[in-house]
Nanobody, 123 residues
Framework: QVQLVESGGGLVQPGGSLRLSCAAS????????LGWYRQAPGKQREFVAA???????NYADSVKYRFTAARDNGKNTVYLQMNSLKPEDTAVYYC?????????????????WGKGTLVTVSS
């Protein structure tokens, strides 16, 4: 059974930082790209970042240079370090896998989702 469990959300002021964690089942962690999506109130869920088993990363343009995806293979955990947070980053953040790529191009989310963790950026 595949499990993805997020943690680390909370309330932060604009310009602040948070780190999200996603603990994953071994069955999915070692083989597939894992990553993050987010859904703001009244909006569709959108791609944020992905990281391959080898550590290659991809980011949405809206978070590039502010967010960093990383992984700890010893803990079966992927992380999303979020810096310079803005109010528009407020959303529920979901861990997902296996994120689908074809010939290096992003295709879409995988079948497995965590329950999400709320990030609120507000003064």
């Amino acid at each position: 059974q595949v499990q993805l469990v997020e943690s680390g959300g909370g309330l932060v002021q604009p310009g602040g930082s948070l780190r999200l964690s996603c603990a994953a089942s071994t069955s999915i962690f070692n083989i597939y790209r894992l990553g993050w999506y987010r859904q703001a109130p009244g909006k569709q869920r959108e791609f944020v970042a992905a990281i391959s088993p080898g550590g290659s990363t991809n980011y949405a343009d809206s978070v590039k240079y502010r967010f960093t995806a990383a992984r700890d293979n010893g803990k079966n955990t992927v992380y999303l370090q979020m810096n310079s947070l803005k109010p528009e980053d407020t959303a529920v953040y979901y861990c997902n896998g296996p994120i689908k790529y074809s010939s290096g191009a992003y295709v879409g989310p995988g079948d497995y989702w965590g329950k999400g963790t709320l990030v609120t950026v507000s003064s």
